[in-house]
C-alpha cells in the first residue's frame, strides 16, 4: 500500500543529471537548483544546449530571466557530451516517449539513453526513468540495458521510476509543488530516490513498485482522455438537441461530491493524453486482453475535428456559402491555452481539414510564430497579425485555442462569424448571433 511522506527540503551539494532538456526536463532542473543540488542536464540537440548555456530558455513557462539565472548561479550546466553521464550523483530521463506510424509504443529515445547512460554508469548512481511509458518498461527495457555495463541493480547501482506529472500553463501548482509517484526496483532503489527527488519536490508518495508507479501514470491520463470523449460525445448530442454542453457541465459542477468537470473541444492535444493511453492498449494486447474504453474514446476523441468542420460548413451554409474558397483565421495553434506547444494540436488537423475541403486557412497564434514540422503534420504558416480590418477580412474566426490573451468581445464586435470550440466566447454579450458553438 503506498504511504504519502512529505519530506524536507534540504540544500544538498549533490550532483543531478537531467537528460533531456525540453517541457519536462528544464523545470525539474529549476526545481534541483532551487533545493540547493548542482545539475548537469545533457540533450542530444545541440541547439538547445548552446542556447540554454547562453541563458536563452527553448520553453515559454521557464523565461530566459530564469535560465540566465540557473546558468549564472553555476549551480546548473548543459553538455551534449554524453561521457559526462559519469559525473551525476543521480541520472533522471525525461526525454520522449511517442508513437509509431502504427500506433506502438517508439522507445527509441528511451533506448539510446540508456545505451549511452550503460557506457558510462558506475557504481553508487541511482537512475531514473521519468517518461511516460507502459508498466513494465523500466524492469523488461531499462533495466537489462544497464546491466549491460556489468554492474548489477540493487547491489552497484539504483533504479526507479517517478512519472513526470509536468502541467504547462498551471498556475497552481509548479513542479515542485505536485506530488512525485515514486516506485523503486528494490527497497534500496526507493530509499535512493526518495532521498534525491526529496531536495527539489515537496511531498513525495513512494509506492510498491516501478509497475505500480509505471500504471499510475498511464491511469491518470487514460483518466482524462475518457472523460474528455465523454464530454466531446455528449456535444454533438447536446447540440443535436438545441442544449448547449458548457451549461451543462456548468450546473452539473455544482454538486460538490462525486462529479468532477471535463471540457469539450476541437479535438485532444498535447504529447501526453492523445498518446499515452495506446501505451497501455499495446502492452494489454500481450496479455490477450482488449482495452475497450480507450479505443472507443480515442475514437470519438479523434472524430472531433471532423465534426468541427462540419459545424463550419453549416455555419456557412446558413450564409449561402460554402467551405471551398472561404477565408478562415483559426485562433489558436497550441493545444491548450497559454502555452507554446503544438504537439498533437487538433489546431493543426483542422487545418488540414479545412484546407482539403478547399478553404484557404491562415492562423494567429501568439505564442507560435511560425509551424514546425510535427509527427503528423508539416503545416509551413506564419502566424498573422491580428487587427479589426483583418478580422473582418475573413469568412470565419474558428476559435480552436482559447488562449487568455484574446480579447473575445473584440474578436466578435469584429468578425463576421465566429466558430467557437471552446466557448471562449462565454462572456461575450454584444453579437451573439454570430456566434456558433462547436
Ligand atoms: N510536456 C508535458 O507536459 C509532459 C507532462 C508529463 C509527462 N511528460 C512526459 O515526459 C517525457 C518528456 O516530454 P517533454 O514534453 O519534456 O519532451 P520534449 O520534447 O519537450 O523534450 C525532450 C528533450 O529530450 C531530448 N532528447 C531526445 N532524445 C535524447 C537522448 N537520447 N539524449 C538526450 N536528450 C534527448 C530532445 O532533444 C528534447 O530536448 C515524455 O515521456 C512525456 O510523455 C510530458
Redesign the pocket.
Known amino acids: 500500500m503506498a504511504r504519502r511522506k512529505k519530506m524536507d527540503r534540504k540544500g544538498s551539494d549533490r550532483l543531478v543529471g537531467i537528460?533531456?532538456?525540453?517541457?519536462?526536463?528544464?523545470p525539474l532542473a529549476r526545481e534541483f537548483c532551487k533545493g540547493g543540488a548542482r545539475v548537469l542536464g545533457?540533450?542530444?540537440?545541440a541547439d538547445?544546449v548552446t542556447a540554454i548555456n547562453k541563458g536563452i530558455s527553448?520553453?515559454k513557462h521557464i523565461p530566459n530571466k530564469t535560465m540566465a539565472e540557473m546558468v549564472h548561479s553555476a549551480r546548473f550546466h548543459a553538455t551534449?557530451d554524453?561521457s559526462q553521464l559519469s559525473k551525476p550523483d543521480a541520472i533522471l530521463i525525461?526525454?520522449?516517449?511517442p508513437l509509431t506510424r502504427n500506433r506502438e509504443p517508439d522507445l527509441k529515445?528511451?533506448e539510446?539513453?540508456c545505451r549511452?547512460i550503460s557506457q558510462h554508469l558506475r557504481k553508487g548512481q541511482l537512475v531514473v526513468l521519468?517518461?511516460?511509458?507502459y508498466p513494465g518498461t523500466t524492469r523488461e527495457v531499462v533495466l537489462p540495458m544497464l546491466e549491460q555495463s556489468g554492474l548489477k541493480v540493487e547491489r552497484d547501482f539504483f533504479l526507479a521510476y517517478s512519472?513526470?506529472?509536468?502541467?504547462?500553463g498551471n498556475r497552481e501548482f509548479r513542479t515542485a509543488t505536485i506530488p512525485k509517484v515514486i516506485g523503486g526496483c528494490g527497497r534500496q532503489s526507493l530509499a535512493k530516490a526518495l532521498e534525491v527527488y526529496g531536495y527539489a519536490i515537496e511531498t513525495l508518495v513512494p509506492v510498491d513498485s516501478c509497475e505500480v508507479a509505471e500504471a499510475s501514470?498511464i491511469l491518470e491520463n487514460t483518466y482524462r482522455c475518457i472523460n474528455i470523449a465523454l464530454v466531446n460525445e455528449l456535444k454533438m448530442l447536446f447540440d443535436r438537441m438545441g442544449i448547449d454542453v458548457w451549461e451543462v457541465i456548468r450546473a452539473a459542477s455544482t454538486k460538490p461530491f462525486g462529479f468532477t468537470p471535463f471540457y469539450p473541444g476541437p479535438g485532444l492535444g498535447?504529447?501526453?493524453i492523445p498518446?499515452?493511453p495506446f501505451y497501455l492498449t499495446w502492452k494489454a494486447r500481450q496479455y490477450g486482453l482488449p482495452t475497450r474504453f480507450i479505443e472507443l474514446a480515442g475514437q470519438i476523441n479523434t472524430r472531433m475535428p471532423e465534426y468541427v468542420v462540419h459545424r463550419t460548413a453549416d455555419a456557412l451554409n446558413q450564409k449561402e456559402k460554402s467551405l471551398k474558397e472561404s477565408k478562415i483565421l483559426v485562433l489558436g495553434l497550441a493545444y491548450k491555452p497559454d502555452i507554446d506547444?503544438v504537439?498533437e494540436s487538433p489546431s493543426l488537423e483542422l487545418i488540414e481539414l479545412l484546407r482539403a475541403k478547399g478553404a484557404n486557412v491562415e492562423y494567429n497564434d501568439p505564442y507560435i510564430p511560425q509551424t514546425h514540422k510535427q509527427r503528423q503534420h508539416d503545416l509551413r504558416m506564419k502566424s498573422k497579425k491580428l487587427s479589426s480590418t483583418m478580422l473582418a477580412g475573413y469568412d470565419v474566426v474558428l476559435i480552436a485555442t482559447n488562449h487568455s490573451d484574446y480579447d473575445y468581445d473584440w474578436i466578435v464586435k469584429h468578425a463576421r462569424l465566429v466558430v467557437d470550440t471552446r466557448n471562449a466566447t462565454a462572456n461575450v454579450r454584444a453579437g451573439r448571433s454570430k456566434i456558433v458553438k462547436a
Not at 525525461?94 to 516517449?97: A, D, I, N, R, Y
Not at 521519468?130 to 511509458?133: A, P, Y
Not at 512519472?163 to 504547462?168: C, G, I, T, V
Open positions: 537528460v533531456g532538456l525540453g517541457y519536462v526536463g528544464l545533457f540533450d542530444i540537440n538547445t527553448p520553453i551534449d554524453m525525461c526525454v520522449p516517449t529515445y528511451v539510446s539513453t549511452a521519468e517518461s511516460t511509458t512519472p513526470e506529472r509536468e502541467d504547462p501514470k498535447g504529447h501526453c498518446i499515452d506547444d504537439r
